[in-house]
């Protein structure tokens, strides 16, 4: 059972360019959400969604779109990366019930120059 | 607002002592909690996590923490600490907005001297 796997690890942008983060997961959890980690700042919503074809805009959505096309797939889209964008990014999964808690990825480190 | 305060940004203990990670948190209804670590370039694991019940929980690792109500406090402990506990540790709040939304402190970067 992998989990949540994101790719890639590491992501080198310059400004203006877009990307693609990738999330799967392989639990059929309904709830996925993205975050983005600064330090001091602990970890932030990006985007979240509750079901397949079903997306909506957390805290800090600004630059970043989502599609959720399958069970499994929520990607991250970057339309035009900005320095501010450098950060951590992970991906969670959960089932809803906060009883089973959130699994996260790995996270991807994007650094944006 | 929800939000969740880590007042400790590092904390260094020695091997074998007792560790104490402080956490409050405001929000108006009965809290959902929990506690994450983060080790070095890997995401984050559930430590422990608090709905109902028995005021003191337990997790893996030998982690427990209590939740105490009266002062919006969810403290993380552990009696002895060993050499790979050293991470970075986040409290969350989890709450019924924006689907269901774990808001984060800001961490708290445990060192371990030997």
């Known amino acids: 059972n992998a989990g949540v796997t994101q790719t890639p690890k590491f992501q080198v942008l310059k400004t203006g360019q877009s990307m693609t983060l990738q999330c799967a997961q392989d639990m059929n959890h309904e709830y996925m959400s993205w975050y983005r980690q600064d330090p001091g700042m602990g970890l932030r919503l990006i985007h979240y969604s509750v079901g397949a074809g079903i997306t909506d805009q957390g805290e800090v959505p600004n630059g970043y779109n989502v599609s959720r096309s399958t069970t499994e797939d929520f990607p991250l889209r970057l339309l035009s990366a900005a320095p501010s964008q450098t950060s951590v990014y992970f991906c969670?999964?959960?089932?809803?019930?906060?009883?089973?808690?959130?699994?996260f990825g790995s996270g991807t480190r994007l650094t944006v120059v | 607002a929800q939000s969740v305060t880590q007042p400790d940004i590092h904390i260094t203990v020695s091997e074998g002592a007792s560790l104490e990670l402080r956490c409050n948190y405001s929000?108006?209804?009965?809290?959902?909690l929990f506690w994450y670590v983060q080790s070095p370039g890997q995401g984050l694991q559930l430590l422990l996590k608090y709905f109902s019940g028995d005021t003191l929980v337990q997790g893996i690792k030998g982690f427990e923490a209590e939740f105490k109500r009266s002062q919006s406090s969810f403290n993380l402990r552990k009696p002895s600490v060993h050499w790979s506990d050293a991470a970075e540790y986040f409290c969350?709040?989890?709450?019924?907005?924006?689907?269901?939304?774990?808001?984060f402190g800001a961490g708290t970067i445990l060192r371990v001297k030997s």
């Open positions: 969350a709040v989890g709450i019924m907005e924006y689907g269901n939304k774990l808001v």
């Open positions: 929000y108006g209804a009965t809290p959902y």
């Open positions: 969670a999964s959960s089932t809803g019930i906060w009883a089973n808690g959130y699994t």
